[in-house]
């Protein structure tokens, strides 16, 4: 069965300084992975997927298949990234076509 | 584009009454919808994928006669708590399958906070 580990469940760090989110997962097909976000009081949105490559809000997360990560990056965190990190693994084809699965949330709190 | 709506945003039931939460997709249809659980601070769980017109198919673990789902049309899929009890009390949250072009994304609601007394 799918998994998607997210180690840490707090993760503090100073404006300015670099950021890193870990995803590990575990998946027998090919994975698709992406990055969801929730601030404070709003819905769940998506911050960004490996399929597109794109840099979101400055974040950047590369699918390194050999070490089964998708951890999520960004050189200069600011005080508005501070909110609940998602990773989650879509399944493929079949009757599971579409279904997500999470990990467990890293809280990223961005101090000035 | 692609909004999903949630309603009620929060109810107080009392134990043993059944509790119907809608979610609808608002500027598109979506043949599928999913519902997920959310506990404080922790991870959403999957409860039941939702597809217009058939059966849900219920996650393991999850009773189908407890948490009945109706995905009627194309916009509107509701999900019932029949019976309530406390330990039903958590955040609920749907989510919807994009539009064509965008059917690999999630769009989620804003989620309905159910707290049974």
């Known amino acids: 069965a799918q998994r998607v580990t997210q180690p840490e469940k707090l993760l503090s760090v100073f404006k300015g300084a670099p950021v890193e989110l870990k995803c590990n997962y575990s998946?027998?097909?090919?994975?698709?992975l992406f990055w969801y976000v929730q601030y404070s009081r709003q819905r769940l949105q998506l911050l960004l997927r490996?399929?597109s490559r794109e840099s979101i809000k400055g974040f950047t997360a590369d699918l390194n298949k050999g070490e089964t990560s998708f951890h999520l990056k960004k050189p200069f965190a600011q005080e508005e990234d501070s909110a609940m990190y998602y990773c989650?693994?879509?399944?493929?084809?079949?009757?599971?076509?579409?279904?997500?699965?999470f990990g467990q949330g890293t809280i990223l709190t961005v101090h000035p | 584009g692609a909004v999903v709506s949630q309603h009620p945003s929060w109810v107080i039931c009392k134990s043993g009454t059944s509790v119907k939460i809608e979610c609808r997709s608002l500027?598109?249809?979506?043949?599928?919808m999913f519902w997920y659980r959310q506990f404080p601070k922790q991870s959403l769980m999957l409860m039941a994928t939702?597809?217009?017109?058939?059966?849900?198919?219920?996650e393991q673990g999850v009773e189908k006669d407890k948490f009945l789902i109706n995905h009627a049309s194309l916009t509107l899929s509701t999900l019932t708590v029949t019976s309530a009890h406390p330990e039903d009390s958590s955040f609920y949250i749907c989510?919807?399958?994009?539009?064509?072009?965008?059917?690999?994304?999630?769009?989620f609601g804003p989620g309905t906070r159910l707290t049974v007394l």
């Open positions: 490996h399929i």
């Open positions: 989650a693994l879509r399944e493929g084809g079949g009757t599971s076509y579409g279904k997500l699965t």
């Open positions: 998946y027998s097909g090919s994975p698709e």
């Open positions: 939702s597809n217009e017109g058939s059966k849900a198919t219920y």
């Open positions: 989510s919807a399958r994009g539009p064509a072009s965008f059917t690999d994304t999630q769009y």
């Open positions: 500027d598109f249809q979506a043949t599928t």
